[in-house]
Structure formats: C-alpha cells, structure tokens
C-alpha cells in the first residue's frame, strides 16, 4: 500500500519522526525540495518502502519533480503502481484523492505529538578502562556500519567514538525505551554482556544529554582540559552519521550547537590557551620516562591528526631519528617529508621498533599491529605510549625485557596537572554551556509548538471545509461567486477563533501547556 502524506494548503506538512513545518515547494532546483525528499526518504525507511516524491500544481494530472520538469502522468496511475511513501504538496482540494484505492493518507494527527526526546548512553575513560572502552570503539568501516545498525534501531542516531569515549545519541518518544535499545545495539553489535555495558556506562536523557554534548565540547569532559580534537571528532562524527542518513532534524541540531558552543568555549575563555592534548600528554610521558628527548629515537604509528602532532612534538623536544609506519605507504612518505623524517613500509616494524627508543602508536585498528613477536632482544630501554583505542599494542609486549608500555588511560596524571593550572576557567565556560542549553531547549519547544499549531489548523479547517461543502450542497442555488463569500466567511470566522490559541501555543513554555491548550480545543492525541 502507498503511504500519501498530505498537507492541503500553501504550507507542507511532513512526517520526519514526528512532523515538521515545511515550506511549499516551488519545483525549482533541488534544494529547495530538498526537505520533502528527506521527508520522504526517512519515512520510507521507516515503512520500508521507497520514497517516491510529487509535486502538484493545480491539477492532478500536471506534476512537478524537483528539476522543475512537468510530466503529464495520470495521478491514479501513479499511485497504483508506487509502493513506499509519496509527499505530495497539493494546491487544491484532497476530496479526489479520499477516492483513491490502496492509499493511506497520512495526517498530522496521525503521528504522536510529544516532543522526541535526546538520549545518550556512553561509556569514558572516567567510567571504564581501556580493555573495556576498546571493545565499544567504532573506527572507520565499523563506525558506518555501525550507523547503518543503529538506524535500524532508532529514530535518529549519532556515534561519537574517541580514544576516551564511545557515546551513542538517539532520539525517541520515550527516553527508557530509547535508552534500553542503544544497550542493546551495543550488546548485540559488539557481543558484549549488557550488564556489563550497564556497569560501564551513564545515561543521560532531555536536558541532561544536550549538557553533556556541550561540556565534552567545550573540553570540560576530557581527560585533558580544553582538548582541540574533540571539535573535529565531533563534526567528523555528524559528517559519518549525514552519510549514514542516520541523523535528522534533532541531532544535527544538538551536534551543530555543540560545535558552536565548543568554538565560543576556547575564542570567549582561555579554556585551551595552554593548547595541550592527548599527543602533548604523551610526549610529556615520554620525557618524564626517559629524561632528554634529544638525540633520541621514534617511531610513529600512523600518519593522521594525532600522529602528525606527536611528530612535530618529538621534532619540538630535539628528537633525533623520526621513523613512520603506516599502512597506506604514501601518507607515511608525505609526513616524514613534512617532519624531516623516514618512512618505513609495514613489513619493516620489526626493524623500525628495534631502532627506537620511544614509540608513539596512534593508528585506528581494530587489532593490534604490535604483538611481542615483533620486538626483537635488545639491551636498551624501549618505551612504547599507546594512543589507540582499540589499542595499537598488545599488552604482552609490556613482558618483553626493557620493554615498557603504557596506553592511553596512563596520560591521566599527567593530564590532571593541566586541569589544576586551569580551573578556573572551568566556570566561565560552564556559563556558556548553560546559555546554549536553554537555546537549544527553547528551540525544541518551538518545535513541539509548531508542531501543535499545525495540528490545530489543520483539525479547524478539515471541519471548516468539511461544514462548508455541507452547507453549499444544501444552497445549490447560490451562484459561484457567493458561494465564495460563504467559503471566505468561514474561513475568517475560523482564523479569528483560532488567533489567541495560536498566540498561546507559540508562547507556550512547557509540554504540559501545550497539552492543556490542546485539551481545551479538543485537538490533543497525545
């Protein structure tokens, strides 16, 4: 069967999990029909259809699609052999259509009205080690198949995965159930226990979760205060979710508020002027274990953001020897240009660790690429700082005489120091996270807001219209134009009811209010 979504009049009305007010679409270029594909495309999803997308003009016979080409199409035909979801923005009556065989119109009051909520679960380097935190890690492929499985699962889903965190954002009606479907996404993606997942793990819902978003970036969440890297994980994270089509209106919201609020965070405070992250802790680390870097040998596993940091540090701090191993060779040769330094292909580790005197892993794998088998005797100390979340070395090359190894979670004392000498500009950024968690919240009440109004209308002028056709087929003897002046009549009568329960709605401040309003006007399905 075709699900037909309906708005009859000059403003559509689309179901993206719960409705959203949208503009007509004129039928030219594609983004400005851009919103009802989505509607359509999330919808399908939803049904398991495909989404199929018209647009009418004054008749049912002339169509538009988003290129602005017209295609004279019988509208029952099309119907009848379409399976998934239509959205059709009319400009005339939808009285034709209630004849239509096999299609299900599709009204605002046909979906719940109550404000989706946000829901997070994660688990941190606060909450969990590292054995336990590599196992919820989602890197590269796995963190888009994973979005694919989450969209199965909830409405809208977001998976931000560091080397100290892994946080899975969703969105639904209730925030228990939303809550109890991310754990078991996790448990079943993963093959870990759930009580396990429960042991390592905070949930946070409403308010709570959008606070949390914006403190982790603001850099107030991280194990080393004021961490840059965690803006572009953030967005990185929206950009996989985007591809994913995992995302809607909600959580590209909270994700794009959070980027700003982390922006406003390090240009309004001096929350990151010490400019120091996981890879300075871990320089640090090393200098404290093996005193002078100068003169010294590296190696560097990897060739992205953190292992071009760690480089240009050790660079920083007088190393001498630079080596980089990376399994795509090329990116490997382009930073040991950049740094001065050596590029070694992956069947040369062995080799490369053995010339070494510090070894800085920061690659994303999914298994370790340093066992103990790839460390040859030696009689000089060989510190190894693991950066990888999964981790990029085995712990049982830690047994390997003169062999030292320490991940990322033994940055923490070396982090906390930081923390200290900038706590006090802990408070001002915990302000502006406040302020961007009341504008977030007033947006999403804008929305449930909108979202009734539409409702409201919509339920006043099916009965205005369905009234008015009753009275006219009673006074067939009224000419064309007063049986406008009847329409327009009824119209007007209806807007000016409605005028103060409109102004109401927009003002609303709480989901209780909207209810009672709602209540009142017989118009609440909630």
């Known amino acids: 069967m075709t699900s037909l979504l309906v708005e009859p009049g000059s403003v559509a009305g689309h179901w993206i999990r719960g409705f959203v007010r949208l503009g007509p679409c004129t039928g030219r270029g594609e983004r400005r029909c851009f919103p009802h594909y989505m509607a359509a495309t999330l919808h399908a999803q939803r049904t398991g259809g495909q989404p199929c997308v018209m647009f009418v003009d004054s008749s049912p016979r002339i169509l538009h699609n988003c290129t602005g080409r017209r295609s004279q199409y019988d509208l029952s035909a099309i119907l009848s052999s379409t399976s998934g979801t239509v959205v059709w923005v009319p400009r005339f009556s939808t009285v034709a259509l209630e004849r239509q065989r096999n299609v299900r119109l599709l009204h605002e009051s046909d979906q719940p009205l109550s404000a989706p909520k946000i829901v997070v679960v994660g688990s941190n380097h606060e909450y969990a080690p590292i054995a336990v935190r590599e196992q919820l890690a989602f890197n590269g492929d796995s963190l888009t198949r994973g979005l694919r499985a989450l969209r199965e699962t909830v409405g809208e889903g977001l998976i931000l995965s560091t080397c100290n965190r892994t946080e899975i ?50 850099g107030l969440d991280s194990m080393v205060l004021g961490e ?76 992205g953001k953190m292992a071009t940091l760690a480089a240009k540090l050790l660079r920083a701090h007088g190393i001498g020897k630079l080596t980089f191993i990376n399994r795509t060779f090329p990116r490997a040769q382009r930073l040991a240009h950049e740094t001065g330094g050596l590029a070694f292909s992956i069947d040369r580790l062995d080799e490369a660790i053995a010339e070494a005197d510090v070894v800085i892993g920061a690659v994303l794998v999914e298994e370790p690429i340093v066992t103990a088998s790839h460390i040859r005797p030696r009689a000089t100390p060989l510190l190894i700082v693991d950066l990888g979340v999964p981790r990029n070395v085995h712990p049982d ?46 947006w999403a009440r804008s929305r449930s807001g909108a979202s009734a109004i539409g409702t409201v209308r919509q339920r006043a002028e099916t009965m205005q219209q369905a009234e008015v056709e009753r009275a006219l087929s009673r006074l067939s003897h009224l000419s064309d134009r007063d049986q406008q002046i009847v329409r327009s009549l009824a119209a007007g009568l209806v807007n000016k009811m409605l005028h103060d329960p409109m102004l109401a709605l927009r003002s609303s401040g709480s989901e209780e209010e909207i209810d009672r309003i709602l209540t009142v006007l017989g118009a609440n399905s909630r």
């Open 169 to 218: 954002y969703a969105v639904g009606e209730d925030p228990d159930r939303a809550t109890s479907q991310i754990f078991d996404f996790l448990s079943g993606y993963h093959s870990v226990p759930t009580r396990l997942l429960e042991q390592a793990s905070y949930v946070h819902s409403a308010a709570a979760a959008v606070e949390h978003l914006f403190r982790v970036a603001s």
């Open 228 to 303: 840059p890297q965690i803006l572009s994980q953030i967005r990185d994270a929206l950009n996989f979710a985007r591809d994913a089509e995992s995302v809607g209106p909600m959580l590209q919201r909270l994700a794009t508020d959070a980027l700003k609020t982390g922006k406003r965070a390090r240009t309004e405070t001096d929350i990151s002027r010490n400019r120091v992250s996981i890879a300075h802790a871990a320089v640090d680390l090393a200098r404290d274990e093996l005193g002078i870097l100068n003169g010294k040998s590296a190696l560097v596993l990897g060739a």
């Open 397 to 442: 090359c830690g047994l390997v005489p003169q062999v030292t190894v320490r991940d990322v979670d033994a940055l923490e004392p070396v982090a906390q120091e930081t923390r200290r000498q900038y706590e006090g500009e802990v408070a001002k950024v915990e302000t502006l996270v406040q302020t961007a968690v009341a504008a977030f919240d007033a």
